[in-house]
């Protein structure tokens, strides 16, 4: 069984016996019954059946050891935690997402540098950068929310050749995307909260190690920090992940159908889908995805122009989350990213194409 949709749907299945369940089960508890030999599980806090079958899942998925967390950016601070010391240094990037370069500046006493993930002269960025004295390189591919792509091996083959390790914020594309891994990567972290769970219902995070070493140091981090999630929520996102792959291909019919559609709109100053083969991202997207998701970004010509639009529209919701079922919009200059303050993040839902093509021409005027 390798095809995404029967792995996605056999994903933290029990085992088949007679009277077990299909579903995969929701286990509430914070004690087990203790046993004088070793056993799974014995306290809340150190394991769940619910989300080893979630981590499983992933796991798979990602081709490495899973753990899961609270939220995406619970597992990046995880990680940090655990494979940096107090005068390390890191590089992030300038153009991912915002609260994780917070994060590195404002709570740890690192030595933090800023790169682009690929700036428009095509030098000083992540892919060919000097790495000598960086103990780990995380980058974010697509970037959020510029969708710009880095080649994944290059960073990989610098970093290594420097004693650096390398994560890869994989939220964007999902498991199902990119396998950041297979282009040696040391770790994969994610925001489930978005396309993987798919039902903006849960919040959730993820990390995937190659190596079973640092999973281990990983699960005694999260056992003694307490950077635990709930039972209920991995039960969710194990729920969505069954239909991850059905929503991703309906997702990315829309981004490329808007893509179509507003192609040389008089209206649309910039267009980014890495999908389109137009796009500057595609000639790297199309080395290392197998899927281009379902997130473009627009760029209108101010923030009331862009909120104009959204009020407009009758399918796309004012939302700044990305991944669900229905199609959103978010204008991220609010949240001070460093781009035009018309530019729009739109995370195409599943609704039907015509509909949506329909709707956004219409807000567009």
Request: aromatic share 6%; glycine share 10%.
């Amino acid at each position: 069984m390798t095809g995404d949709g029967t792995r996605c749907v056999r994903a933290g299945l029990p085992e088949e016996t007679p009277g077990a369940p299909v579903p995969p089960q929701l286990v509430m508890a914070s004690q087990f019954h203790l046993a004088d030999g070793p056993t799974a599980d014995f306290y809340g806090r150190a394991g769940n059946p619910t989300w080893r079958a979630l981590e499983s899942a992933i796991g798979d998925l990602d081709g490495g050891d899973c753990l899961v967390y609270p939220s995406g950016m619970a597992a990046i601070s995880a990680l940090l935690r655990t494979v940096t010391t107090p005068g390390d240094t890191v590089v992030v990037p300038s153009d991912g997402y915002y609260l994780a370069r917070r994060y590195t500046h404002d709570f740890l006493t690192l030595a933090v540098r800023e790169l682009p993930t690929t700036p428009p002269d095509a030098r000083g960025n992540l892919a060919d950068a000097d790495f000598a004295g960086v103990r780990l390189v995380l980058i974010e591919t697509p970037s959020n929310p510029g969708l710009d792509v880095c080649d994944i091996a290059a960073v990989v083959e610098r970093a290594h050749a420097a004693g650096a390790l390398v994560a890869v914020d994989n939220t964007t594309a999902t498991p199902l995307g990119q396998r950041p891994l297979e282009f040696g990567a040391d770790f994969v972290v994610a925001s489930d909260t978005k396309a993987l769970a798919g039902h903006s219902d849960v919040v959730l995070g993820h990390i995937t190690a190659a190596s079973p070493e640092w999973a281990a140091r990983l699960l005694a981090e999260r056992t003694t920090s307490g950077a635990i999630p709930g039972p209920f929520e991995t039960w969710l996102a194990l729920r969505g992940l069954g239909t991850l792959d059905l929503r991703l291909a309906r997702q990315a019919e829309n981004a490329a159908a808007l893509h179509a559609a507003l192609r040389g709109h008089p209206r649309v100053r910039r267009l980014r889908w890495p999908g389109s083969p137009d796009d500057p991202a595609h000639a790297v997207a199309v080395r290392q995805m197998r899927r281009f998701g379902g997130v473009l970004t627009i760029e209108l010509e101010s923030a009331e122009a862009a909120a104009e639009f959204v009020e407009r529209s009758a399918l796309i919701a004012s939302a700044t989350s990305f991944g669900g079922l229905h199609t959103t919009a978010d204008r991220r200059e609010r949240w001070g990213d460093a781009v035009p303050p018309g530019l729009l993040r739109i995370s195409c839902g599943c609704e039907d194409p015509d509909d949506l093509v329909a709707d956004v021409l219409a807000a567009l005027g």
